[in-house]
């Protein structure tokens, strides 16, 4: 599976922003989906996931009540709607594939070239 995230950019604090990722193949459903992000100078770190058929997701402490990862298996599309954000959301936003829906992340076999997301003050 390929992967191309989009809606990246530039937003003020307390904003929102939805990312995108759009897969390519015709396996998307087999897929758990889900979303890693680096901030300049950090680890890669987990953010959202989701089961094949979106009934399992799981997010990171950090962004827990403010994001929602949401999966359209038609479209083969996952999203991440991004509220309230705050400048330690500012990151390259991974779009990432796997076997399952780990609740820590792990296992996503599949990445895609990350979208930045910048959070001002």
């Known amino acids: 599976v390929q992967l191309q995230a989009s809606g990246g950019g530039l937003v003020q604090a307390g904003g929102s922003l939805k990312l995108s990722c759009a897969a390519s193949?015709?396996?998307?459903?087999?897929?758990?989906m889900g979303w890693w992000r680096q901030a300049p100078g950090l680890e890669r770190e987990f953010v959202a996931v989701t089961s094949w058929n979106g009934a399992n997701t799981y997010y990171a402490d950090s962004v827990k009540g403010r994001f929602t990862i949401s999966r359209d298996n038609a479209d083969n599309v996952v999203s991440l709607q991004m509220n309230s954000l705050t400048p330690e959301d500012t990151a390259v936003y991974f779009c990432?594939?796997?076997?399952?829906?780990?609740?820590?992340?792990?296992?996503?076999?599949?990445w895609g070239k990350g979208t930045q997301v910048t959070v001002s003050s």
């Open positions: 990432v594939a796997g076997e399952r829906a780990h609740p820590r992340g792990y296992g996503m076999e599949h």
């Open positions: 193949g015709r396996t998307f459903d087999r897929y758990a």
